[in-house]
Nanobody, 117 residues
Framework: QVQLVESGGGLVQAGGSLRLSCAAS????????MTWYRQVPGKQRELVAG???????NYANSVKGRFTISRDNAKNTVYLEMNSLKSEDTAVYYC???????????WGQGTQVTVSS
């Protein structure tokens, strides 16, 4: 059974930092592309950052230069380092694991990030 468990969310002041973690189990982690998404009520879930099994990364324009995605295949964990946080970064952040584009992705339960201005 695949499980993705996010942690590290919380309340932070604008300009501050947070580090999210997503621990995966039930998959061969190194074969999966791992992606962070976020969602605010009433809006569509949006891609924040992704990292392939080989370490290639991509970012939403809104977070480039502020957020860094990384992975530790030995620990089956993907991270999202978030710096210079803004109020518009407030959202529930979800971890996603997908092996191939035609496979249904796996999702975590989400972790709330709230940035106060």
């Amino acid at each position: 059974q695949v499980q993705l468990v996010e942690s590290g969310g919380g309340l932070v002041q604008a300009g501050g930092s947070l580090r999210l973690s997503c621990a995966a189990s039930g998959i061969i982690f190194g074969l999966y592309t791992m992606t962070w998404y976020r969602q605010v009520p009433g809006k569509q879930r949006e891609l924040v950052a992704g990292i392939s099994g080989g370490g290639s990364t991509n970012y939403a324009n809104s977070v480039k230069g502020r957020f860094t995605i990384s992975r530790d295949n030995a620990k089956n964990t993907v991270y999202l380092e978030m710096n210079s946080l803004k109020s518009e970064d407030t959202a529930v952040y979800y971890c996603n694991a997908q092996k191939y584009q035609w496979n249904p992705p796996h999702w975590g339960q989400g972790t709330q990030v709230t940035v106060s201005s």
